[in-house]
């Protein structure tokens, strides 16, 4: 087989590790703000780490999708210095909230502007919304065949084997390339990027941003999110409710909150 | 007639030994040539400093062995043995040499001291590598191994001792001259050999020794035996080019020239294992094996015929691993007889590892992430970071108009660990009883970046320097008092051209002791132990200051551990380990607690966050004594201090 | 009429608990609407687990029998069930965030041009505009969302241990059986193997229970696995956990342990039990969605992340507890 060209899309979220006293909720904008540091989702990182580890069994590209309002390189980056090739941005004021059926329509256009390739790779969800449908939707769009959950991926003779995750264990697939995956985080970690290597790729040459023009996505082919409303759950802060009374009163006290989280 | 000895008696062919003598020397010139050739190829270029007393020491080492007798006493004393009977029969034969082909001088009384000595030092050798055999054989001492080399090379020592003492014998047997009583084992012999056969013997005995010493010389650059060489030569360097801590400009896997010479000085004796925590915690770890798979690299990696030794190649594997293993506890320099540290190869191999970046384990991966970015390895955020002080009336120096004398430099650890923020508590109490004026630097206080030097990750650990930097230069910070060793460390000797001075608390102790701030009234009636932690103690030499101020309090006892000051015991905590998943068959801080137990205190005294929860950890799992505890040294004086 | 359609899965050749779950979810919703409440069950030959369906007094229970749906095949289910779903034209589609649910969810979606929501704890419908909104835990449980469905056909996914499951009710639906034409060729993926697990994974687990050094003993961590029983009865998945000391003390094995060198996790409920909160265990659980602590020190870490505490020996509280949940659940 020649060169095996990856496309991979990843999404920018604040960093899902930030503890709760670090999140508040804008229910007006309906918005979650957290104060922390921007990150790649971290099963988009999973994604990237096979994505670069099959470039490096059998030669070939990696380009990044990633799309957003307003996207950071120095986030972004880390693909590179991950070892991808390419970095596209996908910026648009529009760009802002969509829903999981628009990110797809706008990655399906960028993919289909860059035209050839073998994979396309996404994480299985991404680490704000949780939603899980961008990778399978994006699937469809492009008429391949949809693989979910892997753990492990080989490409060989013009075929993908992945093994994924079933209720039982896990099965070996064998699809026809092209194919879109979705990764888990079973696959391993994304390999360290010291801050050497990546201040080197910040140093690096400009990376392509294109509008929801040059893709040729229209308004009225996106939406947003159709979000009625954003709240804080009531457990928000944690103020630990002590259960009182003897050690009877307060088994009872403990089932009723067992019952009432049933 | 005056004593002498006939040479090449009844031998012929003697060109035929001059051409093989040739041949030996060559041998051994290529090879020396080899190994210099690859030490230059793989190290910076060097700059001697303090020629002088690098080849004082150098001398003194070799001369005394005092490295080895101090370390280990048998096997000092058996080195001597080897190194001073080898080196009188290496002189012994130049003299004869010089004999022979320049001026003929070894006659009369010379020559019959010249033959006293030879049989001391044949004896001496014979004598002392026979104990050596024994200790690896039969005594099996653990640091010991048993390669092939291990045994060829004694064995081939034994066959040119005893083939000279026969050939001495034959020679004696059949010419009987009046001073055979001087040469009193060749004599000895003689007389187990008739004279009839001696004469006919003698030519073989001849050859045989011959070509043993010949083909010993050969081998001895192709062998471990060329730390006869290296292993001077790595004392020399290790003080006249010290291996200098690396920085991030330098090319990944390029060597300092002490530390190549280190590698090719290494003859295995393993002092390094027997006296590394991880090793004795049953760890699959052992400093030796890393420094011989670091001198194979080198070797692979530079000479274009491979590895240059003859026996024990290429067995040294698996050091992917391995080397997370390391704690930088510095206890394998204190013993290494060239002065070389495993834990610099380590740190070399780490470096590499993290720019990679595949082969850096997963807890560790995450916690560079969270240090890069929350400025510490525990939290996913900085808020927290201060919180140990609220409401105890501590300036804040980054807050408008705080100015203090001292700035108290926290830590990630001791901010954000349950167990340590109490080293704070008590610390930041103790300044305010003695009156001192300090402030801290609040949730604006950065990583020292220690953990990213010791694993590797020097990117990192400039970029939290230049934070600490950068914040002690806003805030005009010149004096600095640290909880942790590590950081202390770090701020003291990681940071060139610093503007401000770092100490770490027990020196701001021992300082108000001094000055008379801190005293105690009531006595406090313990027996304490203290645990010298390895950044404080080995690294920095700070021994006395701890033990000092847990003296001044009255009534309470201070005992010592089996091991102590420079050859503490690591609690396994530091070199980044606390964040590994890498286990033994016991852990480091259990092994120490023993001791600590063993010794009947009470209370084992720690002046570290790490130590304090590494070995509060191994107390709650090990399950001591009733009523032992572990306490940092600020703890203990808190409570002699409040004890009214 | 309008029409809520459950998606049907099959386990171990009868109803999927988690269909209950559903079925209960729907009543729900079609009680208040009085729209019709239907399940689609799919297989080789699924007339037995129809019928059990039924006897949950859904309106219907529609059949599509194929020998190409003995397994289950995403391409070929997904294949029958947009056939399906053109024939029923379904208002509602339930599906439960399953292994089946979450594969097939997206991918219906984009073959009818609708929208989906995964994952959803709550399922109301707007009294305004008369569409299911879908409540959804986002940020990692940090806010609650809900989203508002769009599409002829609106779709959620929803979250097992939920919805209480329906009771069985008066019987009646009508079985349907609905024809799809799919074959082979449809099926883009080969299957080579499938490999059974093990999958005791503590990150898998609905309630995890753990203990710590305060246990004293093994024999501590045996009143928790009962506890874990009595649970597992209504929680699903219920697995013990403990801290590192608790392993390092021989009472459990490493894979057990919770925290920085052990398994991270977030399960619905974390019970600490003698568990002091040491920063290295809490890394591990902190982002659980419900923390129950029971610790003799009261101002022990444990109980500042902890949304409910009990500050008690735990050889007094467990096994009332224990005594009390066998009453009650
Ligand atoms: C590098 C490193 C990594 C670590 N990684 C992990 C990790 O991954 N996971 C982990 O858990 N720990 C880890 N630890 C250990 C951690 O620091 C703590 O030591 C450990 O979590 C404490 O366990 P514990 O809470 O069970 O024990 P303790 O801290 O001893 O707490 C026992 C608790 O039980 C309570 N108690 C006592 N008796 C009773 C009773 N009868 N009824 C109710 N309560 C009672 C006590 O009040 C106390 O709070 C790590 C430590 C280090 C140094
Ligand atoms: S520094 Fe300590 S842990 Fe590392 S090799 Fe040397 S003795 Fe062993
Ligand atoms: S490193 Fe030093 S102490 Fe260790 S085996 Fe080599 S020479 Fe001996």
Redesign the pocket.
């Given at each position: 087989m020649t060169e095996l060209n990856i496309i991979i899309c990843v999404k920018q979220i604040p960093d899902p590790e930030a503890p709760l006293s670090d999140v508040s909720i804008d229910a007006e904008n309906l918005e979650v703000v957290v104060d922390a540091p921007q990150v790649i989702s971290p099963f988009d990182e999973n994604a990237l780490e096979a994505a670069i580890q099959l470039k490096e069994e059998l030669d070939g590209k990696v380009t990044v999708l990633s799309m957003g309002k307003k996207l950071s390189d120095s986030v972004l980056r880390k693909a590179l210095a991950a070892g991808a090739d390419e970095l596209i941005l996908l910026e648009d004021n529009g760009f802002e909230k969509l829903d999981s059926h628009s990110t797809a329509t706008v990655l399906a256009a960028a993919i289909k502007k860059i035209g050839s390739f073998d994979l396309v790779l996404a994480g299985r969800q991404a680490g704000d919304w949780d939603s899980g449908q961008v990778g399978l939707i994006l699937g469809e769009m492009l008429g391949l065949p949809c693989i979910s959950l892997a753990r492990e991926i080989t490409v060989e003779d013009g075929s993908v084997i992945v093994k994924k995750t079933v209720p039982e264990g896990y099965e070996r697939v064998k699809a026809k390339l092209p194919a879109l995956i979705t990764v888990s985080n079973e696959v391993g970690e994304l390999r360290y990027i010291s801050r050497t290597r990546m201040l080197k790729m910040m140093r690096g040459g400009d990376i392509p941003a294109w509008t929801a023009e040059e893709i040729g996505v229209s308004d009225d082919a996106i939406e947003k999110m159709n979000i009625a409303s954003l709240t804080t759950p009531p457990d928000m802060t944690r103020d630990c409710q002590f259960l009182e009374g003897s050690p009877d009163q307060q088994a009872a006290a403990l089932v009723d909150v067992f019952v009432s989280l049933r | 007639m005056s004593a002498h000895r006939i040479m090449f008696w009844q031998i012929e062919y003697t060109w035929l030994f001059y051409l093989l003598s040739a041949i030996a020397v060559l041998l051994f010139l290529i090879g020396a040539g080899s190994h210099i050739w690859v030490w230059k190829k793989n190290s910076k270029s060097m700059s001697l400093k303090g020629v002088g007393h690098a080849l004082n020491k150098m001398c003194i080492d070799i001369i005394t062995g005092r490295r080895l007798i101090r370390g280990d006493m048998a096997a000092g004393l058996m080195h001597f043995l080897i190194f001073w009977g080898f080196f009188l029969l290496f002189i012994g034969t130049c003299v004869l040499v010089a004999h022979e082909h320049l001026f003929e001088f070894l006659e009369g009384a010379r020559y019959l001291w010249f033959s006293v000595l030879m049989e001391i030092g044949g004896i001496s050798l014979l004598v002392g590598i026979i104990w050596g055999l024994v200790r690896r054989y039969l005594q099996r001492v653990p640091r010991l191994e048993r390669r092939a080399e291990d045994a060829i090379l004694p064995l081939w020592f034994v066959l040119m001792v005893l083939s000279g003492f026969f050939l001495e014998g034959a020679r004696l047997a059949a010419n009987s001259p009046q001073w055979a009583d001087w040469s009193f084992v060749g004599n000895w012999i003689a007389g187990l050999i008739p004279a009839a056969a001696a004469e006919r013997l003698y030519p073989s005995f001849w050859w045989v020794h011959a070509l043993l010493c010949l083909g010993f010389i050969s081998v001895v650059c192709y062998s471990k035996m060329f730390h006869i060489l290296s292993a001077p030569a790595s004392i020399f360097f290790s003080s006249a080019s010290p291996v200098l801590p690396p920085s991030i400009e330098d090319e990944t896997g390029r060597l300092d020239v002490a530390e190549a010479v280190f590698y090719d000085g290494c003859m295995r004796c393993g002092r390094c294992v027997a006296a590394c925590p991880s090793s004795g915690a049953g760890e699959a770890y052992a400093p030796r094996d890393f420094v011989q798979w670091a001198r194979k690299q080198m070797w692979q990696t530079q000479f274009p015929l491979n590895d240059i030794r003859l026996w024990n190649r290429g067995d040294y594997e698996g050091t992917n691993e391995s080397m997370w293993y390391c704690t930088t506890c510095r206890a394998c320099l204190e013993v290494c007889p060239v002065y070389g540290a495993a834990f610099e190869a380590v740190a070399k191999e780490r470096r590499q590892a993290v720019e990679k970046g595949t082969l850096v384990p997963t807890i560790l991966n995450q916690t560079l992430e969270k240090l890069f970015r929350y400025d510490n390895p525990w939290e996913s955020s900085k808020k927290q970071r201060g919180a140990w002080a609220e409401g105890l009336d501590i300036a804040d120096l980054t807050k408008r108009g705080a100015v203090t004398d001292l700035c108290y430099f926290v830590g990630c650890t001791t901010s954000f660990d349950d167990?340590a923020r109490s080293i704070a508590h008590s610390f930041t109490k103790i300044l305010q009883l003695t009156g001192v004026n300090f402030g801290i630097l609040g949730k604006k206080e950065p990583c020292c970046g220690d953990i990213a030097r010791r694993v590797g990750e020097f990117g990192l650990f400039e970029e939290q320097k230049e934070k600490c930097k950068t914040l002690f230069d806003q805030y005009g910070i010149t004096e600095i008092a640290t909880s942790s060793p590590h950081c202390y460390h770090t701020l003291a000797n990681d940071y060139p051209d610093s503007s401000f001075r770092a100490r770490h608390y027990t020196m701001v102790l021992k300082e108000l002791l001094k000055n008379k701030k801190l005293s105690f009234e009531k006595p406090l009636n313990v027996t304490v132990t203290y645990h010298d932690p390895c950044y404080l103690g080995r690294h920095n030499r700070i021994f006395n200051e701890p033990r000092d101020v847990i003296r001044a309090i009255p009534g309470l006892r201070l005992v010592e551990m089996e091991h102590s000051r420079e050859n503490s015991l690591c609690c396994g905590?530091g070199g980044g380990r606390?964040?590994q998943d890498l286990k033994g068959e016991r852990k480091m801080s259990e092994v120490r607690l023993e001791e600590a137990e063993a010794t009947g205190a009470q209370i084992l005294i720690t002046a570290c966050p790490m130590c304090l929860?590494?070995m509060?950890?191994a107390r709650?799992a090990a399950g001591t004594r009733e009523g032992f505890r572990v306490m940092d040294l600020n703890e203990l004086l808190l409570e002699a201090l409040e004890n009214k | 009429m309008k029409e809520v359609l459950i998606l049907g899965e099959v386990k171990d050749a009868s109803l999927d608990p988690r269909i209950l779950e559903l079925l209960g979810a729907g009543k729900k919703l079609t009680e208040a609407s009085g729209d019709k409440l239907s399940v689609l069950l799919m297989g080789d030959r699924v007339e037995d687990v129809a019928e059990a369906a039924a006897s949950y007094g859904p309106d219907s229970v529609y059949k599509i029998e194929h020998p190409l749906l003995e397994r289950f095949n995403a391409d070929l289910w997904l294949a029958a069930l947009e056939q399906a779903c053109a024939e029923i034209k379904p208002s509602i589609l339930l599906m439960s965030h399953s292994f089946i649910g979450m594969e097939l969810g997206p991918r219906l979606a984009y073959r009818l041009d609708s929208r989906l929501t995964t994952d959803c704890i709550d399922l109301t419908i707007d009294s305004e505009d008369g569409r299911l909104l879908g409540t959804k835990p986002v940020s990692g449980g940090n806010a609650i969302c809900v989203f508002k469905c769009a599409g002829q056909t609106q779709m959620v996914t929803v979250r097992g241990n939920v919805f209480p499951p329906a009771e069985s009710g008066n019987a009646g639906g009508a079985i349907a059986s609905i024809n799809v034409t799919i074959d082979k060729s449809m099926s883009r993926l080969e299957s080579l193997e499938i490999v059974e697990e093990d999958t005791v994974a503590l990150d898998k687990a609905n309630v995890v229970i753990s203990?710590?050094?305060?246990?004293?003993d093994e024999d501590g961590f045996e009143m928790l696995e009962e506890l874990a029983e009595a649970l597992g009865k209504s929680f699903g998945s219920v697995m013990v956990g403990?801290?590192?000391?608790?392993v390092d003390k021989g009472w459990m094995s490493s894979d057990h342990?919770?925290?920085?060198?052990?398994t991270i996790i977030a399960p619905d409920i974390y019970v600490a039990?003698?568990?002091?909160?040491?920063?290295?265990?809490l890394v591990?659980m902190v982002h659980s969605k419900k923390i129950i602590a029971?610790?003799?020190?009261p101002s022990?870490n444990?109980f500042k992340v902890a949304d409910y505490g009990i500050v008690?020996?735990?050889?007094q509280v467990v096994p009332a507890l224990i005594k009390r949940l066998e009453e009650v659940l």
């Open positions: - | 167990r905590g606390m964040w929860i590494m509060e950890d709650k | 203990g710590g050094a305060g246990l004293g403990c801290s590192r000391m608790a342990q919770i925290g920085l060198t052990g039990v003698g568990i002091s909160g040491a920063i290295q265990h591990g029971i610790n003799t020190d022990c444990i008690e020996d735990f050889e």
